[in-house]
Antibody, heavy 119, light 111 residues
Framework: EVQLVESGGGLVQPGGSLRLSCAAS????????MNWVRQAPGKGLEWVSY????????YYADSVKGRFTISRDNAKNSLYLQMNSLRAEDTAVYYC????????????WGQGTMVTVSS | QSVLTQPPSVSGAPGQRVTISCTGS?????????VHWYQQLPGTAPKLLIY???NRPSGVPDRFSGSKSGTSASLAITGLQAEDEADYYC???????????FGGGTKLTVL
């Protein structure tokens, strides 16, 4: 079964750091582009970051640029999001999502992990 | 404020047809970038419903269809069922922002 499972969420103080992980299974992880997408409580979806299959190309939303770092370990079938200088507005459910070929869509999503930034 | 504009809510009776619009601009939909649609049932992760403007992934019923024209796109749902009650999001790419962008989402209520 094709699956993505996020972990690493939790409660963190403003200015703090957190590292999210996404474990992939059921497909050849190294062949796919990956993304992080977040959803603040009661709000819509917001794309956060993209990484190519090899990890050589990376993009960020302006809202997280300079604070978040996306990475992947194809040997471990894992995707990561290092989040630094966290703000209250970063509070959200964070989903990892697989890129769907060259379409620019997201075809497989994890169940999400909640990140709460609060003092 | 989302780059792609969707109506906050739509509703319809079982069996009816509803459409959800997604309005963009010359830097996203109007520039030729594909539009994708997602369904998010309450308390669950989003699910890809339509990709590349009008294509359905395997397993998505043909009651769901997508179209695109100019700077807008639409999702149509025919034969409305109670299980279709969910939030729906459009998504594309914006060249001015150099970002993948979502619409604000539309809540579909089945009366």
């Amino acid at each position: 079964e094709v699956q993505l499972v996020e972990s690493g969420g939790g409660l963190v103080q403003p200015g703090g750091s957190l590292r999210l992980s996404c474990a992939a299974s059921g497909f050849t992880f190294s062949s796919y582009e990956m993304n992080w997408v977040r959803q603040a409580p009661g709000k819509g979806l917001e794309w956060v970051s993209y990484i190519s299959s090899s990890g050589s190309t990376i993009y960020y939303a302006d809202s997280v640029k300079g604070r978040f770092t996306i990475s992947r370990d194809n040997a471990k079938n894992s995707l990561y999001l290092q989040m630094n200088s966290l703000r209250a507005e970063d509070t959200a459910v964070y989903y990892c999502a697989r890129g769907y070929g060259d379409w620019g869509a997201f075809d497989i999503w994890g169940q999400g992990t909640m990140v709460t930034v609060s003092s | 404020q989302s780059v792609l504009t969707q109506p906050p809510s739509v509703s319809g009776a079982p069996g009816q047809r509803v459409t959800i619009s997604c309005t963009g601009s010359s830097s996203n939909i109007g520039a030729g970038y594909d539009v994708h649609w997602y369904q998010q049932l309450p308390g669950t992760a989003p699910k890809l419903l339509i990709y590349g403007n009008s294509n359905r992934p395997s397993g998505v019923p043909d009651r769901f269809s997508g179209s695109k024209s100019g700077t807008s796109a639409s999702l149509a749902i025919t034969g409305l069922q109670a299980e279709d009650e969910a939030d729906y999001y459009c998504q594309s790419y914006d060249s001015s922002l150099s970002e993948r962008v979502f619409g604000g989402g539309t809540k579909l209520t089945v009366l």
